[in-house]
């Protein structure tokens, strides 16, 4: 050791430089090849997982179809308190950009307002076509001139809708996604029961995965636990069985699932050769399909954890827990699941979450019944291009994952993940 | 264990485990274990010792129950044990890993065993405190397995196999994993509390000195036989046979032929020419191979006539190492130059030079003639 002249002075190494510099001057090269080993990987992450996640969010917050075709009339809205009609001059600046703004510029604002009520996007076709004559008309008579192109302009509820859509910043299609909207009142309540469909969906996403997850962790628990107790030969043979499935692609072993269960499929025509039932069996575009695909891809999520977990424990366990008078269960239960629980719960908390999230499996071996929210965001930012209701769908699930992932922590604490 | 039933074992005479006939093999093909017939008396401290691979630790398995006999029968309190599962043998055992729960604490680990045999909750309490006591772990209870250093752990492990007062306790050499001088300190607190609980402990080890420490009996396994059963003097002083002699303590071995044959006493003419005298152990006549087997240090150094030596030979001193309390001496004799004396310190003898003869000696009485293996 190095000696200190005194107890309030500076440790020094035997060169004489206090022996804090030196240490940071020997961790600094370390410091510097740790970041530039990870920076590659931070920064693929921030530009294919961060920004992507952030700009979706901002998706689900915007509401810029009527702002942009319709300008001044949004700025005119937003005045308006929503009681009533809005006032003439206002009517009038909508009249004056119906009829000076192109097609193309009002389609999607016309599809906007397509969404609070259907039929609005012809109703305000029809009146664009009439528009020159209309926005000549003294501010007194303009409402009249719009109802004699529809009477539905009578109606307050179309002129509230175009306020509705008229700020840049909206909760409108978070709402919508929790089957949610305001009324005139600005009160929030529940949309009318045709349109509701994405609560269930919700409920039936996470009923799935719930399903999916304890199914998986009942066939793969035993499989598992013979797994890590096989001798090494045969269980290396076994553990490439599990793995074989990572690699084929998810949408083969998802169609072959079609192929075997589908109404002259492989299984009914076998069933109904050995003659278990009389006439095929809907196996497939039912929950039963989605569950068989979805279980059978998401197995291995569930074996290899737990496998990896099994493996550490200690084999004498058991037959201490034998000569200490334990049956066979209580051993298990009580000596060995404890320790596998790391490894459980990996394997839940995986299979969960990739469940919450699935997609193709169930669009193809699914009926209309087993879509889930997944399904719903394509449609949404694909099939009907509604880009604000499909990135509030997708904040929706990631919200819902986050809270599941907390549930889970606070039950199971996910600091016991340790996969060895 | 009531009392009643102490009486009843004393009164039929009953040994408390017997091995009847008892054979295993894993393969089919080779006998790890071979006719074994063992008596174990309720009380005792019985060491089973032997090198690996010499069916001591299959033994101790089939007694616990993990392997099964291929043929023959164990009985424990004259009750057959080949339907009896593990857990409801009343067996408790150490392992050579202690196999301690690690997700469960101290106090845990211990309260299992009691769980299982039911032992009511009001009770479990003193019994894990006199259990940890025993062992002088009391104030760990609170600790998990792998905050306890491996003598701590050992110590748990028998605390856990004794907690719930079973019938005999199992001990697979559970003091491997410890350093030497723990594991002498182990051995004595070991003999102790068997001494203080009065069960039967049954102990594989194949460290000799271990086994002469602790046992009222060892049995000696080689080959899937037991090779000699007997008290640990008895064993050392008077081995039986040419293995036993070689497997425990140190050992002289001189291979001659039986020239003449008495009941006490016999000359066996070694290869060199030399004859010796010998007590005949497993030997029985004339011209038979023999294994001369004689301890170091029954063998007198410098001797002379009124020494009670009956033969005395000269040597010539080859080697001497230092070993603290003794030196070891390597001579050259009867041809051979590995034959070993120890010399006490302090007897003499310390400064004998390589190349100086030496005149040694020894009672014929101490030289046993074993068999030619």
């Known amino acids: 050791m190095v000696a200190t002249t005194g107890s309030h002075d500076v440790m020094r190494t035997a060169d004489g430089v206090p022996l804090k510099i030196k240490l940071r001057r020997a961790e600094r090269m370390r410091k510097v090849w740790a970041i530039a080993l990870v920076a590659p990987l931070f920064l693929f992450l921030v530009v294919g997982f961060i920004l992507p996640i952030i700009s979706l969010l901002a998706l689900s917050v915007e509401d810029p179809d009527l702002t942009s075709g319709f300008p001044r009339t949004a700025e005119v809205f937003q005045e308006w308190d929503g009681e009533g009609f809005p006032s003439p001059e206002a009517m009038a600046t909508f009249a004056e950009e119906l009829s000076v703004a192109e097609r193309g510029q009002f389609g999607r604002a016309a599809k906007r307002l397509n969404y609070d009520i259907s039929g609005f996007k012809s109703m305000v076709k029809k009146t664009a076509r009439q528009s020159e004559q209309l926005a000549l008309l003294p501010l007194d008579q303009i409402h009249d001139g719009f109802i004699k192109i529809d009477k539905d302009w009578g109606d307050p509820a179309y002129w509230y809708a175009i306020k509705n859509a008229s700020s840049y910043y909206t909760d409108y299609y978070l709402l919508w996604s929790l089957d949610l909207q305001r009324d005139q009142e600005r009160e929030i309540v529940g949309v009318s029961p045709d349109r509701a469909i994405y609560v269930d969906v919700l409920l039936r996403t996470i009923e799935i995965s719930f399903a999916v997850t304890l199914l998986c962790f009942l066939l793969g628990l035993p499989i598992a636990y013979l797994l890590a107790t096989l001798p090494t030969r045969i269980s290396n043979l076994l553990l490439i069985l599990v793995l074989l499935p990572f690699w084929t692609s998810l949408l083969v072993r998802t169609t072959s699932w079609l192929v075997l269960l589908q109404n002259e499929g492989l299984i009914n025509d076998l069933a109904l050769w050995l003659g278990l039932w009389n006439e095929p069996q809907e196996l497939i575009r039912n929950r039963f399909g989605v569950y068989v695909a979805m279980v059978h891809i998401l197995l291995p999520f569930m074996v290899l954890p737990m496998y990896s977990v099994m493996k550490t424990i200690n084999p004498w366990h058991m037959r201490a827990a034998a000569s200490l008078g334990a049956p066979g269960w209580k051993a298990f239960l009580k000596v060995y699941f404890p320790q596998c629980m790391p490894g459980v719960a990996a394997g839940t908390l995986l299979v969960f979450i990739l469940s919450l999230g699935y997609y193709i499996t169930p669009a193809l071996v699914g009926g209309p019944g087993d879509q889930m929210v997944s399904y719903w965001i394509v449609q949404n930012m694909g099939q009907t291009a509604n880009w604000g209701l499909g990135a509030a769908l997708s904040c929706v699930l990631l919200l819902l994952t986050l809270v599941m992932f907390f549930i889970y922590n606070r039950f199971v604490g996910v600091d016991r993940l340790k996969v060895n | ?373």
């Open chain 2, 1 to 373: 264990m009531t009392d009643s039933m102490h009486s009843r074992d004393q009164g039929s005479n009953e040994p408390q485990v017997r091995f009847e006939n008892v054979q295993k093999t894993y393969d089919g093909e080779v006998l790890v274990v071979k006719d074994l017939n063992l008596a174990i008396e309720k009380g005792e401290f019985l060491t089973l010792l032997g090198p690996s691979g010499s069916g001591k630790t299959t033994t101790l398995m089939m007694l616990a129950g993990f392997e099964s006999t291929t043929h023959g029968d164990i009985v424990l309190n004259g009750r057959s044990l080949r339907l009896v599962p593990p857990h409801k043998r009343d067996i408790g055992m150490v392992f050579q890993n202690y196999a301690l729960f690690p997700h469960m604490t101290v106090n845990e680990n211990l309260e299992f065993p009691l769980q299982c045999h039911k032992v009511e909750k009001s009770a479990r309490e003193t019994k894990i405190a006199e259990a940890l006591a025993m062992v002088e772990l009391t104030g760990f209870e609170r600790r998990r397995p792998a905050q306890l250093s491996g003598g701590q752990q050992q110590r748990v492990a028998l605390a856990r196999a004794l907690v719930f007062e079973p019938q005999i306790v199992l001990m697979d050499e559970p003091l491997g994993a410890l350093d030497k001088k723990l594991r002498e300190q182990m051995q004595i607190e070991m003999k102790h509390i068997h001494q203080n609980v009065g069960l039967t402990f049954v102990y594989v080890t194949h460290d000799q000195s271990e086994a002469l420490t602790m046992s009222d009996r060892i049995a000696v396994f080689d080959d899937g036989i037991i090779q000699q059963l007997d008290a640990p003097e008895e064993l050392y002083e008077r081995p039986k046979n040419a293995f036993v002699a070689q497997f425990i303590g140190e050992n002289n071995r001189l291979r001659g032929t039986i020239k003449e044959f008495a009941e006490d006493v016999c000359l066996v003419e070694l290869p060199s020419g030399h004859a010796i005298r010998a007590l005949p152990v497993n030997v029985s006549g004339v011209g038979q191979q023999t294994t001369l087997s004689l301890r170091p240090e029954v063998v007198v150094v410098g001797a002379v006539e009124s020494d009670g030596c009956d033969d005395i030979f000269t040597a010539v001193v080859q080697e001497q190492i230092y070993m603290g309390d003794h030196a070891r001496v390597r001579l050259e004799v009867f041809g051979d130059d590995d034959f070993v004396v120890k010399v006490p310190r302090g007897s003499g003898h310390g400064g004998l030079e390589p190349g100086q003869e030496i005149r040694i000696g020894w009672r014929s009485g101490d030289c046993r003639a074993l068999d030619a293996a």
